[in-house]
């Protein structure tokens, strides 16, 4: 049993195939709980549309994507939560059953898997998500966050998304559950991310914020967000060498 969390700003050009793909699946005891901020540009008529398939929505300002999280949080009913994007769709009709049966509460509280990131604004697309590792997670936010299943009781021993952040909220929250988590992999695809995104587009940001996580968090330190510091800059002279 999973209650899907959908975070919802002008998202009109996508939200009705992301609809479309959550009402499809088969096979899971799923919830969809959609939170909209305030949207001018039609995506409160596509949510109305579908409101009857929905959990629960609300259309109101809010202050970001970790606010909306945790509106949805204080809404969920199921055990299971993930976090989905406006944008994003699943694999297929059995992607969030697969995750599911991975679901072994008290033996495991994550679930990961990998997602597909569409190309945009010259920027391939490309593959990502790897199974959970407390040392990865120190180098870089290593596991894919759309769709993942996270237990409850997680957000009961470490709270909700710190809404300080603007981007690296969901890293911030892992690093400070790494020392609990217990994690299981799926090896497949699960969903297609869009190729938009606040993550990806504000790397700068991103870099920033990472640096802020890791610095507060138990698992890490200062000592580990100077060295993000330092590999994201290598990687930036990388790129630019190759553009």
């Avoid at 569409?118 to 936010?141: C, D, I, L, Q």
């Avoid at 790494?178 to 497949?188: F, H, P, Q, S």
Wanted: net charge positive; charged share 20%; with cysteine.
């Amino acid at each position: 049993m999973i209650s899907i969390v959908i975070p919802v700003f002008n998202s009109a050009a996508s939200l009705k195939q992301c609809l479309e793909s959550c009402t499809a699946q088969k096979g899971a005891e799923l919830e969809i709980i959609v939170i909209d901020g305030g949207s001018t540009d039609g995506s409160v008529d596509i949510i109305r549309a579908y409101a009857d398939r929905l959990a629960w929505w609300v259309s109101e300002k809010d202050g970001g994507i970790y606010d909306a999280w945790n509106k949805g949080l204080t809404r969920a009913t199921h055990p299971w939560i993930a976090f989905f994007g406006a944008d994003d769709v699943w694999a297929a009709p059995d992607a969030v059953c697969k995750l599911m049966a991975l679901a072994n509460y008290p033996q495991v509280n994550l679930v990961t898997a990998r997602l597909q990131k569409e190309s945009h604004a010259g920027v391939p697309g490309y593959v990502f998500g790897a199974p959970w590792s407390t040392k990865r997670m120190r180098m870089n936010m290593s596991v894919a966050h759309a769709g993942m299943p996270h237990h409850r009781s997680l957000f009961d021993k470490f709270g909700p998304f710190d809404t300080r952040f603007r981007i690296a909220g969901d890293y911030d929250f892992l690093l400070r559950a790494a020392a609990e988590v217990r994690g299981a992999y799926l090896d497949e695809i699960v969903a297609v991310m869009g190729g938009g995104g606040v993550s990806s587009t504000q790397l700068r940001r991103v870099r920033d914020e990472s640096m802020r996580a890791l610095s507060a968090a138990p698992v890490a330190g200062r000592f580990w967000a100077a060295l993000y510091w330092l590999r994201f800059g290598l990687r930036h002279m990388q790129r630019l060498a190759a553009s």
